[in-house]
């Protein structure tokens, strides 16, 4: 189910309500948690939800035998083999196609035919998401940061469906005591989540479907034809996009948690004010970047060792990010490129602090262009992350180098005011969004009402007919 | 153990005395710095509040909505939009509301894809290419237009490429191709969830009416039929599968045949591929038949593709995966099993391509 849909909207009243009336009586609040989270994940297909079941039955079993287990042998291997079938399972639907591929024609290359069966299999949405968040669930309970939990609660944590679809990665030690207590029904941090929820669709469904169809979409499905300034906005234009869209989900789920009464971590925090990419990954889907940090950058040994060994693990930590995001080269190179410039700072940082160099003057001008640069380099990610193909990346890199002299109709004055302020706009001061907050609160309840339904209506007016599904639905 | 630095990702969430804040667009960021003034409200209230905007947007917009219902496929779901949103749309009207959304033009959005006439390659000039020819012996000279089958960059081929999405997962690749030769300049104007059935959703022959005044071309592509299989909506509705209606689709799809050859243009009718779903593969099946029969009865003919086996096994049944013209193997087919991913949009336009080539075109 799509967030911003009437069908979703019809839901969530159902689930507002039964959320809080049977907020006294925990054991039906997590059965009927349960039951909405899987009628939400079901209504594009009910099969989905037997996955949604399998993989809560694995993690959860991993964690009692983690428990259980006499030994710390048995305490390791319980975890690994838990991990394993969990990654099986993601990598069965995710990887399957990719790696048969693959395998089959360099095989065919070499001329020993089709060795790997071929098949098509289906990616349920969000097996990503709820996958890394059973393994954190277990990794978590076998390091001995998180108890157990109860059988109920831990369905409750995988399926809740306000991250459910994509995100935020929610970890066991911020979900699981929340699910646990109960929540305070007087209390209700409406006005922040009201805000969360409409500033969500407007980039959602305004900006993010604008800049698509306006500049992004046009220049990706047919490069040469267009000219180096219109490929440079259809880069920027997607940094645009894709930030409007999976921000504007963050925001719209950690809206709709707060409004059951629950808090949700930060997954975005003016990913494009940062100075360099190091920066930029603290800043951009934060509650993937610790997972990868805490569950495979850390365990592979982090920057304990050698500085080949920190390089060799950024590399594997960010491709394999890549990689994540989807079966194919384009990811891949999206995450390599990633590690080489964060190994680059890395090593340009250490550099300086062995050769006992003073810091350098903190000047706006030094800020700025360090701002500028890593923006650029986001943006070069962003054409192999959003191109279908490594071909279609360097025809839409190509383009900035050889269409210039040739018009640009795609590249329009309202275009440029919607990218050039969607970027400005995470510079603007925070505490005034606060201050709109805490103005809205106080207002009367007939002005409120009115707002929001002159809000909503200002939203879907200017956005187009049907909304695409979130882009990261598909990872 | 040796400390370490958090290279590739310090994203742990910031120490509780660390200064927060949201980004100004909404999220995200940090929360708001204390003291926070901002009232808590009970459930009851927020309900309350949450319930009044719902209805507020509903009175504003239910006459968008219901439009929308009224374009959107026949079926209980329709139906049901339709019983609950007409009186209210009639509400909105009776109290002048409607005119709020009106007045921005909300209702005249035309269906996602390429939402227009886009055409790339070499420019076309007004004069459509004729040539001043000096004719031997003749002392005044004459206007010879070039032969569309020996395209160059100064008198390119027109090619025009229409299509619902399927076609549109074929027409970008085709586009892109026949572009990329220096010869040819191709228009694509392509739209999701479209298709000859309900014209009172999307208007194809207008569409295309216009789309040959503009474009003028002199070889037309056609991919369309994956949104056809339901109802023709009347009174009296005209179920589909029952002889009527495909009666009525043949019609439809001849006059379609009629609008694209009118100016002499070559037609080339791309069927649609062997699909996933048994129905669905059952429903597209007789929607290719239908649009052979009307290709080969067409006046000129229409040359009809089919892509069964081209897109499909060599049977002509559904596969995901084929072997490409350079012989790898290449996943053709999206995980809906409807749509092409991008190599098989290259596929299809590949065969539309050699097509061309096979019946005179010289296009590099």
Redesign the interface.
């Known amino acids: 189910m799509l967030f911003p849909t009437?069908d979703f909207?019809i839901f969530f009243?159902v689930a507002?309500?039964v959320n809080?009336l049977l907020n006294p009586y925990a054991g039906w609040w997590k059965l009927s948690m349960i039951g909405l989270s899987y009628v939400f994940y079901g209504w594009v297909g009910w099969s989905y939800c037997l996955l949604l079941l399998a993989t809560t039955v694995v993690a959860f079993a991993g964690g009692q035998l983690v428990t259980i287990a006499p030994t710390q042998r048995g305490r390791r291997l319980a975890m690994a083999f838990s991990v394993a079938a969990l990654l099986g399972i993601l990598g069965w639907f995710k990887y399957y196609?990719f790696v048969s591929?693959n395998v089959?024609?360099v095989l065919?290359g070499v001329g020993m035919g089709?060795a790997v069966p071929?098949f098509?299999?289906?990616?349920p949405i969000a097996i990503s998401f709820f996958t890394f968040m059973a393994i954190s669930y277990v990794v978590d309970v076998y390091r001995g940061t998180l108890h157990p939990a109860r059988p109920l609660d831990f369905a409750v944590y995988l399926s809740f469906f306000p991250h459910l679809l994509a995100g935020p990665i929610v970890r066991g030690g911020e979900l699981l005591p929340q699910i646990r207590r109960r929540r305070d029904?007087?209390?209700?941090?409406?006005?922040?989540?009201?805000?969360?929820i409409l500033?969500?669709l407007?980039?959602k469904v305004v900006i993010s479907s604008y800049v698509a169809?306006a500049i992004v979409t046009?220049v990706f499905?047919?490069p040469?034809?267009h000219s180096a300034p219109e490929a440079i906005f259809a880069a920027w234009g997607y940094a645009v996009q894709i930030y409007?869209d999976f921000?504007?989900y963050?925001?719209i789920a950690?809206g709709l948690a707060l409004?059951l009464g629950f808090r949700f971590?930060?997954?975005?925090?003016?990913p494009y004010t940062a100075r360099n990419l190091?920066d930029f990954?603290?800043?951009w889907h934060?509650t993937l970047?610790?997972w990868?940090?805490d569950y495979l950058?850390?365990p592979l040994g982090?920057?304990?060792g050698s500085e080949a060994q920190?390089i060799r693990?950024?590399m594997i930590?960010?491709v394999l990010g890549g990689l994540w995001h989807g079966a194919a080269w384009t990811f891949v190179i999206w995450g390599a490129l990633q590690?080489v410039g964060?190994s680059v700072g890395?090593l340009r940082r250490l550099s300086r602090t062995r050769r006992g160099l003073p810091a350098v003057a903190e000047g706006p001008v030094r800020i700025w262009v360090q701002r500028v640069l890593t923006f650029q380099f986001v943006c070069l990610g962003w054409v192999f992350f959003n191109a279908?193909?490594l071909s279609?990346a360097f025809a839409v890199l190509g383009r900035v180098f050889t269409g210039w002299g040739e018009a640009s109709p795609l590249v329009t004055p309202l275009l440029a005011l919607t990218v050039f302020g969607?970027l400005l706009?995470?510079?603007?001061?925070?505490?005034?969004?606060?201050r709109l907050?805490?103005s809205f609160?106080?207002q009367r309840?007939a002005i409120?009402?009115?707002f929001?339904?002159?809000a909503?209506?200002g939203i879907?007016?200017?956005g187009?007919?049907?909304v695409?599904p979130f882009i990261y639905y598909r990872f | 153990m040796a400390e370490r630095e958090f290279v590739m990702a310090d994203v742990a969430d910031p120490p509780a005395a660390a200064p927060q804040r949201e980004d100004a667009t909404g999220s995200n960021g940090r929360r708001p710095p204390p003291p926070d003034r901002r009232a808590r409200a009970r459930w009851t209230r927020v309900l309350g509040l949450g319930a009044g905007a719902f209805g507020v947007w509903l009175l504003l917009f239910a006459p968008t909505l219901q439009h929308n219902a009224q374009v959107s496929p026949v079926g209980t779901r329709r139906t049901v939009s339709l019983d609950l949103v007409g009186p209210i749309a009639a509400l909105s009207r009776s109290l002048q509301l409607s005119h709020l959304v009106s007045a921005t033009g909300r209702s005249n959005r035309l269906p996602g894809g390429t939402e227009g006439l886009i055409a790339v390659g070499p420019a076309v000039h007004d004069s459509r290419n004729a040539r001043q020819q000096e004719v031997p012996g003749a002392t005044t000279t004459t206007t010879v237009p070039p032969n569309p089958k020996e395209p160059t960059a100064a008198a390119p081929l027109r090619v025009l490429i229409v299509g619902d999405s399927v076609g549109l997962d074929m027409g970008g690749p085709l586009q892109s191709d026949l572009a990329s030769t220096g010869v040819v300049n191709a228009a694509l104007d392509a739209r999701e969830s479209t298709g000859l059935t309900r014209p009172d959703y999307f208007n194809w022959p207008a569409e295309l009416t216009s789309d040959m005044r503009t474009a003028q071309p002199q070889v037309v592509v056609v991919m369309i039929g994956a949104n056809d299989a339901q109802d023709f909506l009347g009174p009296p509705d005209v179920p589909y599968g029952s002889p009527r209606w495909n009666g009525l689709y043949a019609q439809r799809v001849s006059q379609f045949m009629q609008i694209a050859g009118s100016s002499g243009a070559l037609v080339v009718w791309v069927g649609m591929p062997p699909m996933q779903n048994p129905g669905l593969n059952a429903e597209m099946a007789d929607v290719n038949t239908i649009d052979a029969q009307q290709a080969a009865q067409a006046t000129p003919p229409v040359h009809f593709l089919s892509t069964d086996k081209s897109l499909g096994t060599a049977q002509g049944g559904y596969t995901a995966f084929v072997t490409d013209a350079g012989g790898q193997i290449v996943n053709v087919r999206t995980p809906d099993g409807t749509h092409l991913t991008p190599s098989g949009g290259q596929v299809a336009a590949q065969q539309v391509v050699a097509a061309l080539q096979g019946l005179g075109y010289h296009i590099p």
């Open positions: 009437i909207a009243a507002f309500t809080w196609g591929v089959d024609n065919h089709q071929l098509q299999v289906g990616l029904g007087d209390a209700i941090d409406y006005s922040r989540a009201f805000w969360l500033a969500g407007f980039k169809s046009p499905t047919s040469g034809q409007c921000s504007g963050t925001d950690i409004l971590p930060i997954n975005f925090n003016a190091q990954w603290r800043r934060m970047s610790r990868l940090r950058y850390i982090g920057n304990a920190t693990n950024i930590t960010m590690g964060q890395h279908s193909s279609q969607t706009a995470q510079f603007v001061p925070p505490i005034s969004v606060s907050q805490a609160s106080r309840t409120q009402v009115g929001l339904g002159v909503l209506l879907t007016t200017f187009p007919v049907g695409a």
